[in-house]
C-alpha cells in the first residue's frame, strides 16, 4: 500500500509564494516519476510540473519561470514551489507519483486548496 499526503496550500496575496509538499509513505521500491496538477472549479484536471527520478523537470507553459518541482529521495518527497501567484491559480493541488511497490502504479494525494486573492 503506498499513500501521498500533499501539505502546504492556503490563501495569499497575488504576487506571493507558497511552498506545497508532498510525501509518499508505503511499501515503495522505487518512485520513477513524480508529478503535480491541479483543478479548478468546473474545469479538467491539468498537469503543471513533472519530475523524473533522473531530476529531469518539465513545466506547464502557465506556470515557467514562476513554479519549481523538485524532490528529496531519502525522504521519498517532493516539493512545489510557487512564486508570483495568479489568481488564475487557484484549484486543488494534487501530487501524483508513478511508483513501484508490489507492482508498478499511480498513486494520487488527496489534494491540497491554494487560493490566491486579487
Known amino acids: 500500500q503506498v499513500q501521498l499526503v500533499e501539505s502546504g496550500g492556503g490563501l495569499v496575496q497575488a504576487g506571493g509564494s507558497l511552498p506545497l509538499s508532498c510525501v509518499a509513505s508505503?511499501?515503495?521500491?522505487?518512485?520513477?516519476?513524480m508529478k503535480w496538477y491541479r483543478q479548478a472549479p468546473g474545469k479538467q484536471r491539468d498537469l503543471v510540473a513533472t519530475?523524473?527520478?533522473?531530476?529531469?523537470?518539465n513545466y506547464a507553459d502557465s506556470v515557467k519561470g514562476r513554479f519549481t518541482i523538485s524532490s528529496d529521495n531519502s525522504t521519498n518527497t517532493v516539493y512545489l514551489q510557487m512564486n508570483s501567484l495568479k489568481p488564475e491559480d487557484t484549484a486543488v493541488y494534487y501530487c501524483?507519483?508513478?511508483?513501484?511497490?508490489?507492482?508498478?502504479?499511480?498513486?494520487w494525494g488527496q489534494g491540497t486548496q491554494v487560493t490566491v486573492s486579487s
Open positions: 519530475i523524473t527520478s533522473e531530476g529531469i523537470r
Open positions: 508505503g511499501n515503495i521500491f522505487s518512485i520513477n516519476t
Open positions: 501524483n507519483g508513478y511508483i513501484r511497490s508490489k507492482y508498478l502504479g499511480s498513486y
